[in-house]
């Protein structure tokens, strides 16, 4: 259909419908919608369409693989990521990013690839798209890692560099909803076992400091940065203190908190 409205909509009944059916239709069919759906996101302008149809293939993803079906479907998504074309990459990275949600298990198993793809599309020369969602997709790979993975854990560090890139160039833009969900993802990487961020603690907390303190931004992209640092106070308490950075944090902290609070008690402000 012309209209990307209906195309949407098509996707997201497509997906209910294959939640329920799948299993009921015949091999030869189901190979010719694994075939057309791949075409049908490929060719697609429309980003909610896009990631409709990205939700579609991870539901198939989720009956398909266990059964030792559909297996050359990450091996066409590794070269969606790898393409010449920008929203090809966006492609590829988001359904990479959708598929942890579905068969995260088969994915855990493809982390040293994955770590190899993501530290090329963290740091891409077109697409701020593809910055986000594989930092989200990092946010998701840093759950399989344990502790004791030296080579994980030091692998994940030497990609954070890279992540706070991305998050500064959301706040460059004001793109509130993109550094709201990079956010989440440094947000959720405290409360891991694993000590991903260790290698960067101090410099993370220099930079969520000079955000929240940065006047000129957006007071919801200040808000996000000193949440960060409760997180942090919340879950990394001892590391603070082993940096004894606890008291030149304060002291950093103590003019937001005399600048001017908003006349509604219920509004959020960087000073309360």
């Avoid at 946010?139 to 030497?158: N, S, W, Y």
Wanted: proline residues 3%; hydrophobic residues 40%.
């Amino acid at each position: 259909n012309q209209q990307w409205q209906i195309r949407q909509l098509a996707a997201v009944e497509l997906r209910k419908r294959i939640s329920t059916f799948w299993e009921e239709i015949d091999d030869v069919t189901q190979q010719q919608m694994r075939t057309a759906i791949l075409k049908a996101i490929v060719d697609e302008t429309n980003d909610l369409t896009r990631h409709g149809l990205a939700r579609v293939i991870s539901t198939i993803a989720k009956s398909d693989i266990p059964n030792k079906k559909w297996e050359d479907l990450i091996q066409f998504l590794y070269s969606c990521c790898q393409s010449a074309t920008a929203t090809h990459r966006e492609i590829g990275v988001y359904v990479l990013d959708s598929l942890f949600e579905t068969i995260a298990d088969t994915m855990g198993a493809h982390l040293q690839h994955l770590f190899e793809l993501f530290a090329v599309l963290i740091t891409d020369p077109e697409s701020l798209t593809v910055q986000v969602t594989t930092l989200e997709a990092l946010g998701k790979v840093a759950e399989f890692i344990e502790p004791e993975d030296r080579v994980g854990v030091a692998t994940f560090q030497g990609l954070v560099p890279a992540m706070v890139q991305v998050l500064e160039k959301c706040l460059a833009t004001d793109n509130e909803d993109s550094a709201s969900r990079c956010f989440d993802v440094l947000n959720s990487l405290l409360i891991l076992e694993a000590p991903l961020l260790n290698r960067h603690f101090g410099e993370l907390i220099e930079f969520s400091i000079n955000v929240g303190s940065n006047e000129e931004l957006d007071d919801n992209l200040r808000i996000m940065a000193l949440n960060f640092l409760v997180w942090t106070a919340t879950y990394k308490r001892g590391r603070l203190q082993k940096l004894k950075i606890v008291k030149p944090l304060i002291e950093k902290m103590m003019p937001i908190t005399a600048q001017e609070d908003p006349e509604d008690v219920d509004d959020d402000s960087p000073s309360r």
